[in-house]
């Protein structure tokens, strides 16, 4: 899609004309240069600061951004809004927990945080093409994302994390739980769906093996692209279980159907961070935005916005850059 633009033409951007003509011209040019501003806008770096720059430069923590992001006043949030309460969609809005966090982090730092959807699995490459500045879609930190090797990058190529939130792995089965699950070790010789591209879809992965290893039957794992599709397969039977983020498997097991699809088996284990996904190098933005997180826990908006989404069992006390193990 290609906006149409009004262009002006500058001093710089003239063509050569005969000195009588542009003796002629002067007048004219005196006439109309008010218009042509008003036409045009002020296009100096002063100018395009103040009709395209930060909201608020008086923002606490706006000198601590780079110039980049003081100049063009957004920074661009990369999600997969099928994950409620962490994003989804609501109409033509993106809702949720990271939402609110951005938004609350886009006060402090005097910028707007301006997220834009997309597959789970493409968020991280999409980091370092530039096409998005953070990621922010309930990502589990670990050691293979800050190294890239998630990503086919050597280590020391792959992204930090600002740690926000804590998780622990949840499993969602259909309501009634008639293959009786209660624990990973008896998903063995079960159907299994979970999102590809998720540490979950790594920890169905591993339990499969550890259930051959045993002598017990491996898992059957289906990845499909979103986490909704998984549980739709949970809900028709196509699966057992999704494995899942606990504050969602909480979430999906108290609204959907009002209640009557689904429910929590058993107790979340292996809990551990989610961060702020930012490239390795762009370590201004993500310390910028580590310190926006601890004032916003400082001042209590953080709490209140993970009350509002009923996830406050997975508040932290104190922000961290790469924490995930």
Known sequence: ??????????AAGKPRTSRTFRLAAVAAVA?????LMTACGDQTEAGQQKSGGAKSSSA??????????????????????AYAPMESMDGTRIVGIDPDIAEALGTKLGVKFSFESGKFDGLIGSLYSGRYDLVMSGMTDNK????????????????DFVDYFQSGTAILVKKGNPKGIKTL???????VAVQLGTTYADAATAQSAKCEKAGKPKIAIETPDTD??????VKSGGADADLNDFPVAVHVA???????????????????????AVDKQNAQLRDAVKEALDAIIADGTYKKIL?????????IGKAAINGGK
């Open 31 to 35: 006439v109309t240069g008010s218009m």
């Open 254 to 276: 108290k609204t959907a159907d009002n209640g009557n699809s689904f429910e929590v088996a058993g107790d979340p284990v292996d809990a551990g961070p989610f961060g702020i």
């Open 228 to 233: 909704a599709e998984a549980q739709v397969r």
């Open 307 to 315: 009350d509002k989404w009923g996830a406050s069992q997975s508040a």
């Open 144 to 159: 293979d994302r800050q190294q890239g090797l998630d990503e086919g990058k050597k280590a020391g190529e792959g992204v």
């Open 60 to 81: 606490p923590l706006f000198g601590k951004l780079p110039e980049k992001y003081q100049k063009s006043g957004v920074v661009k949030v990369g999600t997969d809004a």
């Open 185 to 191: 070790d008896d998903l063995c010789g079960k159907k």
């Open 1 to 10: 899609m290609t906006a149409s633009t009004t262009h002006c033409t500058t």
